[in-house]
């Protein structure tokens, strides 16, 4: 990294905290800790509550789905407009109107402290393991970017948050979600737009994309009704319908957002503001996976996406082996990058069988 770029990352943690700490006039009390004073405009908690299912495991794991697979994960998605209408006209006024601070705390009202505390210790296990995994996850590739160990990467990203989220209370935690968006958004703009960039000049976009629509990944739909399928039309509208309204309408990470908004005609916008929005969000992360795909085409890609692990093997005994492996990739790939720009322009593009994929390392055939 150069010096700009750890700047620019310096610069973005210190506004992070200090934005946190700022906030934390307006938490003294218990409902401005947890409730931000039901004071929030519904743009920044529906902001907040599309970033706090955008995780770093969608962006990674998404894109990478995409390379290997194509579009069919967008299907997952369908059930979230009627899922997000459903609860709007149901969960949003009546949390609202129970004035309560947690999904939970109702529970002990209906039932006793005993079910409370139960549905309690639940949400805050399966959360603190979804929380390791997506903080593990961008961790990873961190570390390989800024040159880190693992485990520092990993308190670098969980201490200012920790930090913040402390000090600030929710009203630290929405406005940082709201700045998270505006950076994904970018990014993800930025990622589509050195991919097109990348494609060389003399075959068009349409025709990169015609190749990865012949090997099957630009197919975002699939009416089939083969059980065997994980993601269909069929599953992402009835099991992602369900998936949602559990999500949205118990987890206390997604209620405590629009608890905060001023009223429950803007809690019903923020949660709506998914509905418009998170379909044609979702559907640019895997297409950027599919415009990598296309990139690949033409720029070879290297055995091992991860330098640590291939400067490993490059410094062991089998180093010689590797390097026969990679020549004779480096010869198939010419030959394929050869036959492409034909392929493309007659139709008859063939699914290339050493694409690799990033995301596992193995081949996307």
Same mark, same amino acid.
């Given at each position: 990294m150069h010096l700009i770029d750890w700047l620019v990352v310096g610069v973005y943690l210190v506004w992070i905290v200090w934005d946190g700490l700022r906030r934390s006039k307006a938490t003294h009390e218990v409902e401005g800790y947890f409730l931000a004073n039901r004071s929030l405009p519904w743009w920044a908690v529906g902001l907040s509550v599309m970033a706090t299912q955008l995780s770093a495991i969608t962006l990674v794991g998404t894109t990478g789905r995409g390379y290997a697979e194509g579009m069919s994960v967008l299907q997952l998605y /369908?059930? &979230?407009?009627? %899922? *997000?209408?459903v609860l709007s006209l149901t969960a949003v006024p009546f949390f609202y109107r129970a004035r309560v601070f947690t999904a939970y705390e109702y529970l002990e009202r209906r039932f006793d402290a005993r079910t409370r505390t139960l549905a309690s210790l639940l949400f805050l296990l399966s959360r603190s393991l979804s929380c390791g995994v997506i903080i593990a996850a961008p961790a990873v590739i961190l570390s390989i970017v800024l040159g880190w160990n693992v485990t520092l990467t990993i308190l670098g990203i969980g201490l200012p948050t920790v930090l913040y989220t402390m000090v600030g209370g929710v009203q630290a935690v929405t406005w940082t979600d709201v700045k998270q968006m505006f950076v994904i958004v970018a990014g993800v703009g930025a990622a589509i737009v050195v991919l097109l960039l990348g494609i060389p000049d003399h075959v068009s976009v349409g025709e990169a994309l015609h190749l990865a629509g012949a090997t099957g990944r630009l197919q975002a739909i699939d009416f089939s009704t083969d059980l065997t399928k994980t993601y269909t039309f069929w599953s992402g509208l009835i099991g992602g319908f369900f998936l949602m309204l559990s999500y949205f309408g118990c987890d206390q990470s997604q209620v405590q957002r629009y608890l905060t908004a001023k009223s429950i005609d803007e809690g019903?916008?923020? &949660? &709506? *503001?998914? %509905?418009? /929005?998170? $379909?044609?969000?979702?559907?640019? $992360?895997?297409? $950027?996976?599919? &415009? *990598? /795909? %296309? /990139?690949y085409l033409f720029h070879q890609p290297p055995l091992l996406f991860n330098r640590e692990h291939d400067g490993d093997v490059r410094g062991s005994r089998r180093a010689a082996e590797y390097a026969a492996l990679e020549a004779e990739f480096g010869a198939l790939h010419r030959e394929r990058e050869q036959a492409t720009p034909a392929s493309a322009r007659s139709g008859a593009a063939r699914r290339p069988s050493c694409a690799r994929s990033p995301a596992t390392g193995s081949s996307a055939t």
């Open positions: /369908f059930g &979230l407009p009627l %899922a *997000m209408v019903r916008q923020s &949660l &709506l *503001m998914s %509905a418009y /929005f998170k $379909i044609p969000l979702q559907f640019v $992360i895997p297409l $950027i996976g599919v &415009l *990598m /795909f %296309a /990139f």
